[in-house]
Nanobody
Framework: QVQLVESGGGLVQAGGSLRLSCTAS????????MGWFRQAPGKEREFLAT????????SYADSVKGHFTISRDNAKNTVYLQMSSLKPEDTAVYYC?????????????????WGQGTQVTVSS
C-alpha cells in the first residue's frame, strides 16, 4: 500500500503562483510513476502532469503546459507541482496519484493510489 498526502493548496489571486507537494509512504518512492490530476465541481477528474520514476521524463496536458511544472525529489519521497499564472478556471481539488507500473501514463485508470486532495481556489 502507498499513502499519499498532498499539501500546499489554498487561496491565491489570479496571476499568482502555488507549489503543491505530495509525500508518499509505504513503498519505495523511486519505483513509482507519479501524476497530478484535478477535479472541478461538476467536472470529471482531469490529467495534468506525470513524471517518470527517475524524474527525467515529464508529460503535461495541453491546458497547463508552460505554466505548470512537475518535479520530484526521490530522497524526500515527494512530488511537486509548481503552478504559475493561475486563472480562476484553475480552481479545483488537486490530487496526486501513484502508479506502480514501469511507464509514465496520462490514463487515470492506470494509477493505483490516490491522495485525499488539496483545494486550490483562484480568485479573480
Amino acid at each position: 500500500q502507498v499513502q499519499l498526502v498532498e499539501s500546499g493548496g489554498g487561496l491565491v489571486q489570479a496571476g499568482g503562483s502555488l507549489r503543491l507537494s505530495c509525500t508518499a509512504s509505504g513503498r519505495t518512492f523511486s519505483n513509482l510513476v507519479m501524476g497530478w490530476f484535478r477535479q472541478a465541481p461538476g467536472k470529471e477528474r482531469e490529467f495534468l502532469a506525470t513524471i517518470s520514476r527517475g524524474g527525467d521524463v515529464t508529460s503535461y496536458a495541453d491546458s497547463v503546459k508552460g505554466h505548470f511544472t512537475i518535479s520530484r525529489d526521490n530522497a524526500k519521497n515527494t512530488v511537486y507541482l509548481q503552478m504559475s499564472s493561475l486563472k480562476p478556471e484553475d480552481t479545483a481539488v488537486y490530487y496526486c496519484a501513484a502508479d506502480s507500473g514501469p511507464f509514465s501514463t496520462r490514463r487515470r485508470s492506470q494509477y493505483d493510489y490516490w491522495g485525499q486532495g488539496t483545494q486550490v481556489t483562484v480568485s479573480s
